[in-house]
């Protein structure tokens, strides 16, 4: 083993995209093609009372006319919360909601023809805040009808295990922060893009920037009442997702739509504040984290309270609402615990799911909590962290099963390589280091639809020329799954990856795979790629075995040959293929995964599931300005625990991104609203870290080599985010001695508790 | 409507166009040059970077009729006789890429940048990409990309 | 579809009688990267362009010792990278360096950033947002949308250049179909965030920027997030001459460029920041909050004060 397995490895389709090739959405044509123009509310919450499309569909070039009632059927990407509907049916609900739709000849006829239409509508009371909407309200306010509270109230998480709040008052010390966040969103350089195409024998191929097609097939055939299998979602080069493309949206069914009404081919191209405005970024979140510890600085209880701001619709928002609290249950062992986690309905783009979900803001709230704690034993920040970990193969008070863990080696790392114990709380005044860690799922174990199917299964195929093709419906969204499908069989087999092809994300061509999120997909694919090639393997030694008369079990392979170690066997790979071919032709072999049973029986037991988890620690030096309030993060050292880096080149690719993202949401990224409208949606006042903003990075794969992920593989692009954030935190307690509890973390707060001077 | 004459990639196109139609109009929906990327369209990510008489420009805030008569090169020009530029190469093989939306507009800036500052050093080569935008790479590896693709122009 | 005739002439005087023949609906089209903005968000549409690309007498940049001239279609890129303003005006160097980014400073000029339009966070939004507010003042609405008020736009200047030669007590050189005048930059700002820019008489183009007043000391800054990308939320440039004349020029804050001058000796600092911010009509329309601004139009001073002495 590690031929490939393991070796920095270049992204197979790197050269298509260094050269402009590499297709994405909206970069297809086809033949008389038309083009989708969206006509948006303009009111945070109205009833709609009339819409007049006449003067749109006498527009010159104006193909069709759609609006809410053509597209009635309510749907969601959790089957337990369908609240949503294509287009506004009766009222609006965040400003921006589409409300519309219309196909045109070109882009400027569609847009012309979208704002000819004439709503009318009458407001109702607006929910901005969650505050207002936690308040009571009347029937006919409230922003879905189906919700069974007097409030805007969507869902109630809560969790409790051996009474955290007792265990808290009984503690030695104990610390209870309110802390508030501000939504952020996914902000993927490519915007959503769909292509919609009605073929004559009545089926649909939509073409599609999704990183789950197969809930985005299953729901166009829910809401256009079509069968599943006259329906193909492919998805071609994607430019990033981040868990902002894995819901089905809106332009998604209503380009369908009119393909189907206009028996034309249809575009539909999101405009970058359009973009924006669909938003399922980060839930906006405010709590009260309460930790207590012992003396000799023991965790012993964590009970926190939460409110997430989940905009007008549900999208992820149930999972959300569990992973906020369930997720704090490592990678510290802390046997009183428990949550409430209260999601509301708000008149504004509707929150989901974004790299780190539902973990990365209580993450902040109780890695600075811990912090303040260790101040308070008067211990090392490090130090406290160490003797609070987890162990390996445990389980947490909630019963998720831990096997693998690197996180002491995680902090081992940081610490050593940033010279922690030579410089934490010695360096000059502005001027500090902050510590942090992190814990993640690696693939959610519970489908989000339940059956009793795999959740994902793997295709190979051996072909007469030598090659093998890799079919799955994982979405490589940009961080390499194509990549790894090649590596595996290029490693099972003994072959040079240029031999091996991929067709991936079609659900007319490959076996479904539920999707790219929840950092599933190495695990899980992975898992079934390595069982479908490790068929083909045994199928070709068997083949060869029959007719050379040697013992399958002696047979290897590797650089390109086929053969047994005392040398009777020794074939070029073509010619084993030749003799695997021999009566059969062509062949495919399945593998697939299913996550083992996991999780006790109480109610919400669910949650957090997973066959394994990630663990990451991470080290940040920052400098403040004390004129101005600036926070600069000059260094940063994260080490992650991935189990086993299958390509360290894109272990690396997605620790940096993450640190990117975490960046920028810890000091300059938001959502900013004026009365409901987002008054942001652009890349000036939306402020994502530049280069010059990014500060150096060092960064240390760990592996524990998991017993179950394949080659001993975890995840790696969710979890490193979860520590950046509170580092940075607490970094700038080291640097001037302020707890920041409100983010992003922008200059003027800093200056405000400057000013208050540093307390606690 | 007026009549432009544009040197694309080597090759000469006429098409007549209105004053407010943009390059990246032109390129991506009227010439099918799709690999030039439109990330905002409202000059602030840099993923439409392609070269004017040499010169990075961003097009989808210029208008191609200020294109008449000039040279415009984009992503599809680059590289010569099927191979690829260095900071192509590096970007490919260094991990300089992950989604690769924000990629050709890398390439584009840092093919002329390096062109006139062969020595350029980190902090040069990240004031250079200091506008083109990238979600997904934190950038640490585009820059280490360019780098090693100047080190590779400088040894020929 | 749009009827928008296009000019590119090759002289000033051309493009000048090009302007007097339209003289409600043209444009003088420089870099063009604040005008796209405006036209992306459909607050513009302009229906005669005058493209000043192809006038050569408008790039020449000419410094003879301390004796600065420059062309208006002169590149930020340009200036940031001319050995003689890094040189004799540094300044202006750093000031071109905070703008945009390299590969938009290559595009922009000096020009098109002496007359940048003033920006305001209710109004650069788009169509559809302007229309859900119901639009304001500088646009084709009633009310100010900050303020509540009926009759005054408080959009902000946000030139980074216009402040630095400012302080080097720069002139410009504007020709209109009459004649060539010349005038002190900073007479070219109107406090009014509806009219912004001086009416420049018929036609009317810069053409040139100079100035001779070779600062002994500067000081500049620029209030921004991130270090590329972000117009201004508050820039502050000052120099002091030989003559131990103070120039401290702040823009960003107000609907124009407000500078003080004064001798050095003449004024406190406590005096110093009291003329400024009397001057200044800082509303709550930008990114940062307004009581932030505030409080570093303060903190900029001091700190440049605390330089010079
Ligand atoms: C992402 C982004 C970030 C930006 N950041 C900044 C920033 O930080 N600071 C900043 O100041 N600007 C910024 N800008 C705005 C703009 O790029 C600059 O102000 C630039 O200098 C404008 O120059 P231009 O040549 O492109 O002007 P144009 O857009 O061509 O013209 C601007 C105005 O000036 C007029 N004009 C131009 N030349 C003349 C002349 N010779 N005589 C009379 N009128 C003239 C034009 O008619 C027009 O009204 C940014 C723009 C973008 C897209
Ligand atoms: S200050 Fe008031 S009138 Fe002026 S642009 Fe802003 S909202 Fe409009
Ligand atoms: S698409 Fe041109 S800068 Fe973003
Ligand atoms: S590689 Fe995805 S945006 Fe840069």
Redesign the interface.
């Known amino acids: 083993m590690g031929r490939v397995i393991g070796k920095p490895t270049p992204l197979i389709d790197a050269v298509q995209k260094v050269t402009g090739k590499a297709m994405y959405t909206d970069d297809f044509k086809f033949p008389n093609m038309v083009y989708v123009g969206l006509h948006r509310s303009p009111h945070a919450h109205a009833k709609i009372m009339s819409i007049d499309t006449s003067v749109a569909a006498a527009h010159p070039g104006i193909k069709a006319v759609i609006t809410g009632k053509d597209i009635p059927i309510a749907f969601g990407v959790l089957p337990i919360s369908p609240d949503e509907t294509a287009m506004a049916v009766d009222k609006v609900r965040y400003v921006g909601e589409i409300v519309a739709a219309v196909a045109g000849e070109t882009p400027e006829a569609a847009r012309a023809g979208a704002d000819l239409i004439r709503v009318s509508y009458k407001p109702i009371k607006n929910f901005i805040t969650p505050d207002e909407s936690l308040v009571e309200c009347s029937e006919d306010e409230k922003i879905h009808q189906h919700t069974k509270n007097s409030k805007n109230i969507h869902k109630i998480a809560d969790l409790s295990f051996n009474d955290p709040k007792d265990g808290i008052a009984s503690s030695s010390f104990t610390r209870s922060v309110d802390f508030k966040f501000a939504g952020v969103t996914h902000a993927f350089t490519e915007p959503h893009s769909t292509i919609a195409v009605w073929n004559g024998d009545e089926s649909l191929l939509v073409i599609t920037a999704t990183q789950v097609p197969h809930y985005l097939h299953r729901t166009l055939s829910k809401v256009l009442d079509i069968p599943l299998h006259k329906i193909q979602v492919k998805k071609p080069a994607l430019g990033g997702g981040f868990g902002g493309k894995s819901d089905p949206f809106p332009h998604e069914m209503i380009a369908s739509k009119l393909a189907i009404l206009t028996n034309r081919p249809v575009k539909c191209t999101l405009t970058r504040e359009e973009v924006f405005l669909t938003n399922h970024g980060r839930h906006p979140t405010e709590m009260t984290m309460s930790v207590g510890c012992d003396v000799a600085g023991k965790i012993t209880a964590l009970d926190t309270d939460i409110v997430i701001d989940g905009g007008a619709y549900g999208s992820f928002g149930v999972v959300t609402s569990y992973y906020n609290g369930v997720l704090l249950q490592g990678p510290y062992k802390i046997d009183r615990f428990g949550f409430i986690t209260r999601r509301v309905y708000t008149n504004k783009p509707q929150s989901g799911a974004m790299r780190g979900h539902g973990a990365v803001n209580p993450r902040y709230a109780v890695e600075v909590v811990l912090d303040m704690l260790a101040h308070d034993v008067g211990m090392d920040p490090c130090d406290f962290r160490q003797q609070n970990f987890l162990s390996e193969n445990t389980k947490t008070v909630g019963e998720l099963r831990i096997t693998s863990n690197g996180i002491r080696e995680c902090l081992e790392t940081v610490r050593r390589k940033s010279g922690w114990d030579d410089r934490y709380g010695k360096l000059p005044n502005g001027h500090g280091l902050g510590v942090a860690c992190g814990f993640f799922i690696s693939g959610s174990a519970l489908p989000i639809i339940w059956n009793r199917y795999p959740q994902t299964v793997v295709h190979a195929k051996l072909d007469f020329d030598g090659r093998i093709v890799m079919f799955s419906g994982a979405s490589d969204i940009g961080q390499g799954s194509d990549t790894m499908l090649v590596q595996i069989a290029a490693e099972e087999l003994g072959i040079s990856m240029s031999r091996v092809q991929v067709e991936v994300a079609d659900t007319k061509l490959t076996p479904v795979d539920l999707g790219s999120y929840s950092s599933r997909v190495t695990f899980m694919v992975g898992n079934a790629a390595k069982q479908a090639v490790d068929k083909i393997r045994h199928q070709i030694a068997a083949s060869v075995g029959n007719e050379k008369s040697v013992p399958r079990e002696a047979i290897q392979f590797a650089d390109e040959r086929v053969f047994t170690d005392d040398g009777k066997l020794n074939l070029t790979w073509d010619e084993a293929v030749d003799i695997a071919m021999a009566g059969r032709g062509a062949f495919v072999e399945s593998g697939f995964y299913i996550s083992p049973k996991l999780g006790g029986k109480f109610k919400g037991s669910g949650a957090g599931l997973s066959p394994a988890y990630s663990f990451g620690a991470f080290i940040a030096e920052v400098k403040v300005d004390p004129m101005t309030g600036q926070v600069s993060v000059i260094k940063v050292w994260s080490a992650h625990d991935c189990g086993k880096a299958l390509n360290p080149l894109s272990v690396e690719g997605q620790i940096e991104g993450s640190i990117h993202m975490g960046l920028g949401q810890v000091v300059s990224e938001d959502m900013r609203y004026h009365n409901g409208r987002l008054l942001n949606a652009n890349f000036w006042d939306y402020r994502i870290p530049m280069t010059l903003d990014t500060p150096e990075m060092d960064v240390t794969i760990i592996e524990s080599n998991d017993g179950e992920g394949p080659y001993g593989a975890k995840e790696a692009g969710e979890g490193p985010i979860h520590p950046v954030l509170p580092a940075i935190g607490n970094a700038i307690y080291d640097a001037v001695g302020i707890r920041m509890t409100e983010l992003p973390i922008t200059p003027d707060k800093v200056l405000t508790e400057l000013r208050k001077g540093g307390q606690q | 409507m007026q009549k432009v004459k544009l040197h694309i990639n080597g090759f000469t196109r006429t098409l007549l166009v209105n004053a407010h139609e943009t390059l990246l109009d032109t390129l991506r929906e009227r010439l099918n040059l799709t690999g030039t990327k439109r990330g905002c369209d409202q000059g602030s990510c840099g993923s439409c970077t392609v070269l004017l008489d040499g010169t990075p420009v961003l097009s989808c805030i210029t208008p191609t009729i200020r294109c008449d008569g000039r040279k415009i090169l984009t992503i599809e020009g680059i590289g010569v006789n099927g191979h690829l530029h260095p900071v192509q190469e590096r970007l490919a093989s260094d991990g300089g890429l992950q989604c690769g939306f924000c990629t050709p507009g890398v390439v584009m800036t840092a093919v002329p940048f390096l062109q006139e500052n062969p020595d350029a050093t980190d902090d040069d080569i990240k004031e250079a990409l200091s506008g083109n935008l990238c979600r997904c790479t934190g950038y640490k590896k585009i820059i280490e990309a360019v780098r090693h693709a100047a080190e590779d122009l400088r040894h020929g | 579809?749009?009827t928008?005739?296009?000019f590119?002439p090759g002289t000033i005087d051309e493009a000048v009688s090009l302007a007097k023949a339209h003289p409600n609906d043209h444009v003088f089209?420089a870099g063009?990267?604040d005008i796209?903005?405006h036209?992306?968000q459909r607050l513009i549409?302009p229906n005669t362009?005058i493209?000043l690309?192809a006038i050569e007498s408008l790039k020449s940049v000419s410094i003879q010792k301390k004796n600065m001239k420059l062309g208006t279609m002169v590149t930020l890129d340009q200036i940031v990278k001319n050995p003689d303003i890094q040189k004799f005006y540094p300044i202006l160097a750093e000031a071109a360096k905070s703008i945009?980014?390299?590969?938009?400073r290559?595009?922009a000029t000096l020009g098109g950033n002496l007359k940048v339009s003033n920006r305001c966070?209710?109004y650069n939004?788009?169509f559809?947002?302007r229309?859900?507010?119901g639009s304001c003042l500088k646009d084709t609405g009633d009310i100010c949308q900050v303020t509540g008020g009926l009759n005054h736009c408080y959009s902000r200047n946000v030139s980074d250049l216009v402040p630095a030669l400012i302080a080097l007590n720069a002139r410009i050189m504007v020709q209109t179909s009459t004649g060539i005048n010349e005038m002190p930059l900073i007479d070219l700002y109107v406090p009014d965030g509806l009219i912004v820019h001086t009416p420049l008489g018929v036609g009317g183009i810069i053409t040139e920027i100079f100035t001779s007043d070779e600062p002994s000391k500067w000081w500049f800054k620029k209030?921004r997030?991130?270090?590329?990308?972000?117009?201004t939320s508050l820039t502050v440039a000052a120099t002091v001459n030989k003559k131990d004349v103070l120039r401290v020029c702040v823009n960003g804050v107000s609907m124009a460029p407000v500078l003080v001058e004064t001798g050095i000796n003449d004024v406190t600092l406590e005096g110093l920041i009291l003329q400024v911010k009397r001057a200044c009509k800082t509303v709550d329309n930008d990114?940062?909050?307004l009581?932030?601004r505030r409080?570093?139009i303060s903190?900029f001073i001091t700190?440049c004060w605390n330089t010079f002495h």
């Open positions: 579809m749009s928008s005739s296009y590119l089209y063009g990267t796209q903005l036209v992306k549409k362009i493209d690309t945009a980014t390299p590969v938009i290559k595009s966070s209710f939004q788009s559809d947002w229309q859900s507010v209030l997030l991130r270090k590329s990308l972000d117009f990114y940062m909050p009581k932030y409080e570093m903190a700190d």
